[in-house]
């Protein structure tokens, strides 16, 4: 990382050309990355960058580690992918962990697909079966959070809050309602409204990251657990973004700070694979998991298994290398630093583990974003008021205390988004 100009000559000219091509739903790329090592990635034309986005929560364990490395190449010279017809190894060896990390009942099942928005819909759809069974003379309902964000595509939209991302694509899948944050009197009253029909199921994230890294409170997030079961709804948290280590538990429902509470449904993605993608579902429980029968739900490359061996060796190198060990020290050492380094700019961190955002005093985070991005940090403006910070879990000590002095001479007097 440097403080020099950055010489970006090839790197336009490569965006020049992917801008002829691509779609423009991601805007334009601020950089035409070239290859990564660790914690640090270099672009075309030679400039490195510390990496304090991590893909957005999704390389867990870095860039080019060997042990994922090693894993990848030797399945991909076994075999690549196989039809659903059939099963490997790593397959079934995967789901059977996943299982036993999220502390699943026996008689649990785990559903693979390829993204978090796949995650979120493969739930949604269990949970529009279990509503089904529920026999109800009216239709049932299914609970989102203001603020909540669980994907694009047309179910998991249906249960993202944000309606610049919502309203162009009305009407959605019906019966989604939502409920403010942090309000459970608001959520008990949705319960209790059963002249709408009964309530099948509540989605939510423990840590609303892309409303600018907001966690929920575990009074409320037990609250919710409770009307769940007084209810017989099912409760689905969304870890796509905080699963795999990331707030320093497995899962964010493990952490006592955040609920401490056992879902019925899990959805993962992200920082599963370690860069592949994937992503997916673990039903709590057989009788929920024997809702979905063969057609019910499915994927062409659902459980492939060169993105199953990728999995496994980003678990395994999380457990040797004590990541969520790690991801509660640097995160606490990460806030810490925030606190203390005296920048005008910063009202205030929040976050747990190696999730968290800087909140600004005024709305500049674009131009915040921009500014540590030309000093060699890559972090995201996640709100007009929030820039996110999600470093790959094998971030160092060392590494922190280089983001921070990035951070602190970001300057206070940027101009507003």
Known sequence: MTSEQIDLTHDTELIGEYEQVHMHVFGTPLRVLDHGQGTHVWDVDGNEYLD?????????????????????????????????????????????????????????????????????????KLAKLYGRSLGADKPYRIIALEHGFHGRTMGALSATWKPAIREPFQPLVPNFEFVPANDLDAMRAAFEATDSG????????????????????????RGVRSLCDEHHAKLIVDEVQTGMGRTGKWFAFQRDDLGGITPDMVTFAKGVAGGFPMGGMIAFGEELSNLFSPGTHGSTFAGNPLGAAAGLATIGV?????????????????????????????????????LNAIVLTHPCAHAAMDWALEHGLIINAVAPNALRLAPPLVVSENDVDEAVHVLAAIPSDLPND
């Open 52 to 124: 304090f986005l991590a893909g957005i929560a999704v390389n867990s364990i870095g860039y080019a580690h060997p042990a994922w490395i090693e894993a990848v190449s030797a399945q991909a010279a076994q075999v690549a992918h196989v039809s659903n017809y059939f099963a490997t190894r790593p397959q079934i060896s995967l789901a059977a962990k996943l299982v036993e990390l999220a502390g699943a009942p026996q008689g649990s099942h785990v559903y693979f697909g390829n993204s978090g928005a796949e995650a979120n819909e493969a739930a949604l």
């Open 198 to 221: 009964p309530v099948a199921s509540v989605i939510m994230e423990l840590i609303q990251g892309e409303a600018g890294v907001l966690p929920l409170d575990p009074e409320f997030v």
């Open 318 to 354: 999380i457990e040797r290398e004590d990541l969520l060990v790690n991801a509660e020290a640097r995160g606490e050492q990460l806030r810490r630093q925030i606190r203390a380094c005296g920048n005008p700019l910063f009202e205030s961190v929040r976050g747990r583990g190696l």
